[in-house]
């Protein structure tokens, strides 16, 4: 190739990857949704954006687009985007990850885009509310651990845990004697502690006071932990039993009981199990019940908003969390709406699987979303899993987890 | 060359320089500058210059020294096995065996797989009464291994795991480098009446070496930052946050607990110890090049 030549490709490559930049998004003319929905949720929502789009044609010349991720990666993504004061226009998931969001500046309080009016359509503990700001909206609340049983396997759900550790024995079933059961009495997340919360409640504790201090040190976790050992040792439960392998276990009938939230009621149904719903057991030894943690799932406002979007955001947020649309996902998902109207809908009232997750969520408490609670839960997990594990005594763990959220939330503010 | 090519060649590095000084230069020092601030959730918009505060933290935390030791020994034994198991399979995939394409792609599926899914997949198989692992060792009348439950076998599990996905890399660029050797040189050794085992210390190996030296280095820096695997297999460092290297150690900090200028500081660290490393490997090859 002549030097003539190696310069005009030279430009021509400069120029090819100058003008690539041509092919970003406009953000004036698009409305952006990061979320961590699962499929089902995705399902709706494009059924949901394309008929707030058929109704409203003054916003033909915006693109409204999804983009999922998974819980973490959504988190680091917006971190990382907002800083560049970047990133989507709403992103959509769990509100405990609000907290910390809210502190860093990088969402637009609710009240900024929409009118009182909007946000006093919601149930007032169902709205992520810091530093008196409404931080996002929700389109259905609870997120909530409940009770699910195969009626193929138990007649009656328990309703204290003394008749229930009676049933999980006998359904759990060891047919050859391997030491390995083929059925199982109870089957749940046993490395998380997001399961063990709702036993603290049940023994009469809570993870923090109202200054956002940790209270885990306390006798109620250590009942919480003696009760969660207990079942593991009497071999009710698989060991070493995550997430996806309780999920397996109770779809293929392999258990009479799971502990799970309503993203996996539907799931259970379409793989055949005869599902029924109910509150966890109330703990005998207390006579409390336990308290699983609630939370809404919310739409909340980039701070960075291109102001050229804040009408047909604005408007998209309303209908995204308007009482149609959550009327439509707790028919279709089994969730409980946040607006007050759709709770009062006729439909739900009569519906027994969202009576049931009413129950709980009614015995449940609601999730804080200081940041402080990430500093919890760090410190909850490896104290639990080594109480689990036989490595650490419940007393000893409690101790454990309260001085290293101490130490953890001391950090954090470093 | 005259001045004319000289501004030439200018020209032509320069948006190559301007790329790189973007997107290595420019991070890296402002990475430095984090490290040396109170960077962190509650001072994301406003940080401020605090000094050394972070590194002196970081050397005075007993858990810095375990996650570093962890590391070390997590980059030591997967390199051993990547060396040893990339070489042994490249010397018989350099033989002349019946159906050889087909052993060399099976033995570099799992090097052709997504980490992400070789790590969940692993992740079930180790499960203690499930996974396909213990069930094997059953059969040969091995009792259960608590893979979650030990610290120690919560460490084997990812190590085993990034065996299994980086000896392949190892054995791509040992058979490249196997099929450049002259034959004539191994038909000479013969005649000379050298073995087997002397013909791969005198010939086969100094002759690697050019090519499996780089091999070495990417594969310290890629093992040593190998987020994925530990983070997967171990679902966040199980049994109790004690499987941790340092850049799962980094990652939590700075993405679940805000720390961005702790987990800088320990992303500097983290820097200097793989210049350290390279910089060893390049003395060797240095000396050996002499």
Known sequence: ?414 | MGPRQNKLAFWFLMPSALVLLGVVAYPFFFNVWISLTNWNMFHFRDPEFIGATHYLRLFSEPDFYRIFGKTLAWTVINLIFHFTLGLGAALLLNQKLPGRNLYRALLILPWAMPQYISALTWRGMFNVEYGAVNILLSKVGIDAVPWFSSEFWAFMAPVITNIWLGFPFIMVIALGGLQSIPEELYEAARIDGAGPVRRFFNITLPMLKPVLMPALVLGTIWTFNNLNVIWLVTDQGLPADKTHILVTYVYKAAFMYYRYGYAAAFSVFIFLVLVFIVKGYNRAAQEEAY
């Open chain 1, 1 to 414: 190739m002549s030097l003539r030549g190696t310069i005009v490709s030279a430009v021509l490559l400069m120029a090819l990857v100058l003008t690539a930049s041509c092919g970003r998004v406009d953000r004036s003319r698009s409305v952006i949704i990061w979320e961590q929905m699962d499929p089902k949720e995705q399902e709706f929502f494009d059924i949901h954006v394309a008929e707030f789009q058929r109704r409203n044609p003054q916003y033909a010349d915006f693109t409204i687009e999804r983009v999922h991720y998974r819980t973490e990666d959504l988190q680091t993504q917006f971190q990382t985007a907002a800083l560049a004061y970047g990133g989507p226009s709403m992103v959509y998931g769990p509100a405990d990850k609000i907290g910390p969001y809210s502190i860093m500046g990088l969402l637009m309080p609710v009240e900024e885009l929409l009118p009182q009016s909007e946000i006093d359509r919601f149930e007032p503990e169902t709205l992520p509310i810091l530093d008196d700001h409404v931080w996002g909206l929700p389109d259905h609340v609870g997120n909530h651990l409940t009770l699910v049983a195969n009626l193929d396997l138990v007649a009656e759900i328990a309703t204290d845990t003394d008749q229930w550790l009676t049933q999980l024995a006998q359904a759990t079933i060891d047919e050859d004697g391997d030491g390995r059961p083929e059925q199982y009495g109870l089957v749940f997340n046993l490395l998380e502690p997001f399961w063990l919360v709702p036993w603290l409640g049940g023994f009469g504790g809570w993870v923090m006071d109202d200054a956002s201090a940790p209270t885990l040190d306390s006798t109620a976790m250590v009942g919480a932990l003696e009760f969660l050992n207990d079942l593991k040792k009497s071999r009710v439960v698989p060991l070493e039993c995550d997430y996806p392998l309780a999920d397996t276990i109770f779809k293929e009938g392999r258990a009479a009981y799971i502990i799970n939230g309503p993203w996996s009621w539907e799931g259970y149904r379409e793989a055949g199990i005869n599902v029924g719903l109910a509150p966890m057991p109330k703990v005998s030894a207390t006579g409390i019940w336990p308290a699983p943690m609630t939370s809404a799932k919310c739409y909340s406002v980039n701070r960075y908003l291109d102001p050229e979007t804040h009408e047909v955001t604005a408007a998209l947020l309303s209908y995204l969390t308007g009482t149609e649309v959550q009327i439509a996902l707790a028919k279709g998902l089994s969730v409980m709406p946040g607006d007050k109207e759709a709770s009062r809908n006729p439909d739900i009232l009569n519906d027994p699987a969202l009576l049931a997750s009413q129950a709980q969520i009614e015995k449940g408490r609601l999730m804080p979303i200081v940041p402080e609670m990430r500093a919890i839960w760090d410190a909850m997990r490896p104290a639990y899993q080594s109480v689990m594990n036989g490595e650490l005594e419940p007393e000893d763990a409690a101790r454990q987890m309260q001085d290293r959220a101490a130490t953890m939330i001391e950090r954090m503010r470093e």
